[in-house]
């Protein structure tokens, strides 16, 4: 007989004809509560809908016949009729090349040098709510070039939407819009939502509006995608809580780290995570050197040190989500470099946003300073023309299934959802108590801006808009580390500032 906590009885306890919550902590179980509950249902025709394809794959084999598991994405496409869609029309997003192809098909142009505000205007646009394509979707300041870049895209999202007319990519944003705007979900009892706190609010929308009861799944403090546009739906969802914090990943040392860095948050859980009584964990100092066990992930906070850490690994090893991204993106920067110096250089196919070398750094510049664009020119700028060699080292090593090697390394984001025996937090990590006072201080600066009369008020309408970005970052930074602690079971090292604070802190 199944032994079920007090807090999985509750849950089960509620029947799927009304809409709840679960707020679950990391390794406590969310989907095999999940499937405890539709079994205990068995009665209801259920939809669970998983945050990515690889996560509905694994839950097809967990859950019986009365649910089903699948993505949002996966879901529309077959609802809109698209398996029969020509090979290679699918694109992942869209880039520079796509926009001067828009621009050639549409007969209108884009204001010089927006390209790459226009492939953000366009993407806020496709993961919002709603039909309207508004200034708040566009970056651009400016008023009137704000204006010209929202007419080229609401023109242009006008001709995408409307796929089957036409032979021009699409990016699986697009179909989903389309869905969104057109469909709905019907032919289930229920809607079981995985990882909600990373729903952006065009899936929101689409879970609103088909009007089935939501029993809805997710760890607040696992929200870090933010900068894509996810909302917490777990805070915007005002249905009845139920909370889910015995984790069974790790012991109670990793659990303590965990709940001291959730403690700098600016609101703490209610519900400590409690550790596996049954599991031994430890926390270490990483002091930049380690052998590799069976089972170890090595974590980087940014693209730039997972970059730099595979420059210097000597031994096979796998990266979540694979390498071509990254490689692709960094060939184009340096096609740019290269380009700049010499105008005939020949080089790999540019698909970045940025035109020359000279657009990319001014995009890293100033207060819209582009992520990408800011971590392209730092390796670049630091490897020059070695990089070409370097990657090629990268590519001899690297293998494309985790089971061939005894390394892993991924970004923290990548890393979400995994769990492996040894964890390495490389050193771009901070303290949360550095994240949690840059937090403070960005509201200080808000406050001292209400009190001071001599700036207009758009002025203080602009800074104030400044600093809720920083906290916002901040509250982040420190959901990230809570993720990326959390991914280990037996043994986690940690860097300096992060071994202080478990010391002094935890």
């Known amino acids: 007989m199944v032994e079920y906590t007090p807090q999985q009885r509750a849950i089960l306890a509620k029947s799927p004809t009304a809409s709840f919550k679960v707020v679950a902590g990391a390794g406590c179980g969310k989907t095999s509560t999940l499937v405890l509950y539709s079994a205990h249902w068995a009665g209801q025709r259920g939809l669970y809908l998983a945050f990515n394809a690889a996560i509905a794959r694994e839950a ?9 598991a699948r993505t949002a994405h996966s879901y529309a496409f077959a609802d809109l009729g698209l398996r029969a869609l020509e090979a290679g029309r699918l694109v ?6 796509h926009i001067r192809q828009l621009e050639a098909e549409l007969g209108l142009k884009a204001p010089p040098g927006s390209a790459e505000t226009v492939l953000k205007t366009l993407t806020a646009f496709l993961i919002s709510a709603g039909t309207k394509l508004t200034q708040a979707h566009c970056p651009e300041r400016d008023v009137k070039t704000n204006r010209a870049i929202r007419t080229f895209v609401a023109t242009a999202f006008k001709h995408l ?5 036409h032979t021009f990519p699409i990016t699986h ?19 079981m939502v995985d990882e909600a706190q990373d729903l952006n609010p065009v899936l929101l929308s689409i879970l609103e509006k088909s009007g089935l009861p939501l029993v809805v799944v997710g760890d607040p403090y696992q929200s870090i995608y933010a900068f894509r546009g996810a909302v917490d739906a777990m805070s915007s969802l005002k249905v009845q809580a139920l909370p889910l914090s015995r984790s069974w990943r790790f012991g109670e040392n990793i659990a303590r780290l965990a709940n001291g860095i959730l403690r700098t948050h600016a609101s703490p859980p209610p519900y400590p995570l409690q550790g596996n009584p049954a599991l031994q964990s430890t926390v270490r100092h990483y002091g930049g050197k380690i052998r590799p066990t069976n089972n170890t992930l090595v974590l980087a906070r940014s693209n730039v040190r997972l970059f730099e850490s595979l420059v210097n ?9 694979g390498v071509q991204d990254m490689m692709q993106e960094i060939r184009s920067a340096l096609t740019l470099y290269r380009r700049h110096a010499n105008p005939a250089a020949r080089g790999a196919e540019n698909t970045l946003p940025f035109g020359t070398w000279k657009e990319l750094v001014a995009a890293k510049e100033g207060e819209n300073a582009d992520p990408i664009a800011k971590r392209l020119f730092t390796i670049v700028d630091k490897h020059g023309y070695e990089l070409a060699e370097k990657m090629e080292t990268i590519q001899t090593l690297y293998r494309d299934t985790p089971d061939e090697v005894n390394l892993v390394c991924s970004t923290a984001h990548k890393a979400k959802g995994r769990e492996f025996e040894t ?34 008020e758009k002025y203080k309408l602009r800074q104030k808009e400044k600093q809720r970005q920083r906290i916002q970052e901040c509250t982040q930074e420190i959901n990230v580390l809570y993720v990326a602690c959390t991914r280990a079971q037996k043994l986690l090292y940690v860097p300096d500032g992060l071994y202080t604070f478990w010391q002094e802190q935890c």
């Open 92 to 97: 992942p997003r869209y880039n520079l090349r």
């Open 173 to 191: 944003d697009v179909y989903l819009k389309r869905f969104e705007m057109e469909r709905k979900i019907t032919g289930y009892d229920y809607i």
């Open 423 to 456: 964890v390495i937090m490389l050193d771009d990590f901070l303290s949360p108590v550095e994240w949690a006072t840059r937090r403070e201080k960005a509201i200080e600066r808000m406050a001292a801006l209400e009190d001071n009369a001599e700036f207009s």
């Open 161 to 165: 939407i409307r796929f089957e007319k």
């Open 60 to 68: 097809r084999s967990r859950f019986g016949r009365q649910v089903e």
């Open 313 to 321: 690994i000597k031994t096979p090893f796998h990266v979540l989500g």
